[in-house]
């Protein structure tokens, strides 16, 4: 129960975040691909330059988590093919949505309900994925 | 030379309050205006540190995956046939930031948003999508309205499509390759956040002005 509590917790903080900094914006995501604002560039960029400092020093000093364990950072397959493929796929329809999968959620929490539609074709587009999987090249 | 020393302490009295009363009404703002970068990108670092430390990661596109599983998606395909229950913390995350974007769009707002460049609010304007730099989402796709209009439903359909097969097809979105990814230098995220972007940069240039 603590830990549900916890990761509803940073599911909360997440989602003030990500409405408040205008991640989730449309017109900032569309703003973005014109390069004509800083403004999402500095988010991710000060996002990964935290982020690389926090992950690259719980695998050089074995930080331990919360629950005392230490804590495992699980590296993914060397890819080229399917991040790169995927990713086009994704970023077209990021540009056109304006929806990460994460702020899919946390808009539908602040009442844009049309996004309803984009969780539901987004499970749908998932659904094909792993039926069609074995014929992709990755 | 009590007297002079008294008078100089309740000046600073003064000026401490003073300087207290601001930094509250700082807060304030803070509260409701929009957060500008240096705020908003460390405070997804701070979501990554409590992930992290409570030996989770950081990747919403995965909840997609079990959501699907949930469903019973195993029964037919390999690919969703997994004990979705290991993965339950990730949905309740998702449900927090439901709840956060519930607080923060109805009791952490003045209304205001941040100022858009002019250029792509008269672009924007000119392609029939208003409310650049007033509302924070465009009106002709996210209000209510949506749901009767055809073209809009069709465009919202085939992005969440889109969005689903590509972040499942790369294996993250911009939580899990852009973020967790990068921080952890993995090269295969760097090949995705540029697919992310070639992607991006054809649709808003090129295709979003015959779609709109």
């Given amino acids: 129960m603590k830990r549900v509590l916890l990761y509803f917790s940073i599911g909360i903080l997440f989602g003030i975040t990500m409405i408040k900094s205008e991640a989730a914006s449309w017109f900032r995501i569309y703003e973005m691909f014109q390069f004509k604002s800083f403004h999402m560039y500095g988010i991710i960029g000060a996002a990964v330059a935290l982020g690389v ?28 093919k399917a991040p790169l493929f995927g990713g086009v796929i994704f970023g077209l329809g990021w540009a056109l949505t304006g929806a990460c999968p994460g702020p899919i959620y946390v808009l539908i929490g602040a009442g844009y309900f049309p996004l309803l ?3 539901v074709s987004a499970l749908l587009g998932t659904y094909c994925y792993g039926v069609l999987k074995p014929r992709l090249p990755h | 030379m009590a ?7 309740n000046l600073i009295l003064i000026q401490y309050v003073f300087i207290y009363l601001s930094e509250i009404f700082l807060f304030m703002n803070f509260i409701s ?13 701070v979501v990554l540190f409590l992930l992290l430390f409570s030996e989770k990661q950081f990747g919403m596109s995965s909840n997609l995956r079990t959501l699907c599983a949930m469903a019973g998606a195993g029964k037919k395909t390999v690919f969703f046939n997994f004990d979705w229950r290991q993965y339950r913390w990730n949905l309740i ?13 109805n009791f952490m707002t003045d209304g205001s948003v941040g100022a858009i460049h002019q250029d792509v609010v008269l672009q924007l304007d000119s392609m029939g ?3 650049a730099g007033e509302n924070y989402m465009p009106e002709t796709f996210f209000s209510a309205d949506a749901f009767s209009n055809p073209k809009t439903l069709a465009l919202l359909a085939l992005g969440g499509f889109l969005v689903g097969f590509g972040t499942r097809y790369a294996g993250g979105c911009t939580s899990g390759h852009a973020i967790s990814g990068l921080s952890n230098l993995q090269l295969q995220s760097l090949f995705a956040v540029i697919g992310f972007f070639i992607g991006g940069l054809l649709m808003n240039h090129f295709l979003l002005p015959y779609l709109l």
Avoid: N
């Avoid at chain 1, 400092?53 to 080229?80: A, C, D, N």
């Fill in chain 2, 129 to 131: 999508v208003y409310g």
């Fill in chain 2, 33 to 45: 205006e929009p957060w500008p970068w240096y705020i908003g990108g460390p405070a997804i670092a």
């Fill in chain 1, 53 to 80: 400092i926090i992950t690259q020093s719980i695998k050089r000093f074995k930080l331990r988590s919360f629950f005392g364990e230490e804590i495992q950072i699980p590296s993914k397959t060397k890819l080229v």
């Fill in chain 1, 117 to 119: 539609i984009v969780l």
């Fill in chain 2, 93 to 105: 995350v998702a449900i927090g930031a439901a709840v956060g974007g519930l607080i923060a769009a």
């Fill in chain 2, 3 to 9: 007297p002079v020393y008294k008078y100089f302490f």
